[in-house]
């Protein structure tokens, strides 16, 4: 992996993209979190060829996002499912963020295909940029400043 990033080996953003920037990646993420955890139901909702999907799968698989549990239906052999793990749960505010700009930017005409919401009140919930005492930030009062992995060479 890291000969690929080749200068941008401290880019966090390069590195995410490793594993998740393939054409698909993030599609199999959202369907796993709408529920879906076996292949077949993978390849149902997204209409992907079945080797791209074993591909991302297993890029997924491996980087942590998902993990690989076995199943049995009655009857039938062992098979696994893709689970999202605690990595993969963490990728929530970014589907939201890419929701977002979506609906904003790219919006359908039949209106946003998910909300966030409070799980507990059904309020719904939006992406914000906090300080540590949690006052709210406006996109135009966010700046950004090198971090200490910036390499200044």
Known sequence: MTALLGKDLNCSIARSLEVLGEKWTLLIVREAFRGRTRFSEFTDS?????????????????????SRQPYREEGEREREEYVLTQAGRELLPIMAAFTAWGDRHRASEVGPTVLYEDAGTGELAELRFTTADGRILELADVGTRPGPGLDTV
């Open 46 to 66: 997204l209409g992907i060829a079945r080797d791209i999907l074993t591909n991302r799968l297993g890029t997924l698989v491996e980087y942590g996002v998902l």
